[in-house]
């Protein structure tokens, strides 16, 4: 009954078409106005960048892979059931951060959970967490680009969000949940 | 130096599951090293154009629009308007990270920033259609996003008040 999960990821889409225009565009701009050698200079810093990231990418996709095929799913979703109250929130958002992988991984690891009867506000949180606060996330895609400083504030500032949103998904859930129809 | 360890951190962290794997079914061990390394190659035009954009597009942004808009100065209304910006920021991994530091570099307050980043990686339409809805019921995805969004305006006040990074 449930859908297939997309996997393919094209290299280029409509996205990464908008950022290229920006992207040339700016580059030649700055050629244009500011002359080679500034050109040269920002080219270099950011082609030592891209350098440095590539491993961290690697390794993040390494990393999704395995755990999509080691994560024992049954035992994550016994942990965040409908009953397990703020625990499982907590239990949720902890996985959350410390689950490596990418998006392929974690929305159909949070829709496992919710198969295998987890509360919708648990996978919320768990959803929240991986994306604010997953460390695989932040250290493959955002500290390169910002630094430890900023991304060490950002994860801080973050770390209660996934449990406010999932308290709060719970307390909606409970409300608009029985209106509906069971279409799943 | 912080990055080699990062690195390293990492890579211990592949080595052990990559073990695991491969003790537990050498033939899931390659597949799923096949099925990392594609994935990895078609991200690589992503970060290239991600990493070499934001340095140029920085260097064009004229800064005193940057500081009007989303500067240290405007405060809430500048982090309403960041946080919009964010959710209207299509997905993909490295876009909406790319034009932050692009922000950051012109002159943007720090918890616009954050605004700005937390609502792009929540509220990012292209994931929530690609990834999320397919892996998910359509009606959780929703309260998902629903709960999400006071969570930006949270952070970027709380980084206000504290007065970092």
Redesign the interface.
Known sequence: MSAPVRRNRRAFDWSAAVIAALAISAAVTVFVRDGQARFLSILTDDLSLFGLMLPKVLAGCLIGAFVTLLLPRETIARWVGAESGIAGILVATVAGAILPGGPFTIYPVAGAFLAAGADAGAACAFVISWTLIGYTRAIVWELPFFGLDFVTWRVIFSLPLPIIAGLLGRWLWRYFAPLQKDGA | M??LL??I???A??IV??L??AA?SQP?FLD??R???R???????????????????A??LPQEWMMAWFGPGTGPLGMVIAAVAGALT??????G??L??TA?KSGAG?PQ??AY??AW??FAL??VI???I????A??VW??V???L??PF???G??LV?G??
């Open positions: 912080t990055a990062v690195d951190f990492l890579w962290i592949v599951l990559g695991m794997l537990r899931m799923s090293l099925f990392a390394v994935e990895f190659i078609a991200l690589l035009p992503r970060i290239a154009l991600g990493m070499l954009g934001s340095g140029f597009i260097e064009i299509p997905g993909g991994p490295v876009i990270f790319a932050a530091t950051l720090a920033v954050i980043t937390i990686a929540l292209q994931r690609i990834y999320e397919p892996a998910m019921p009606r959780v309260l998902r629903l709960v999400s006071p969570l949270l952070a970027a709380a980084a504290v970092k990074p």
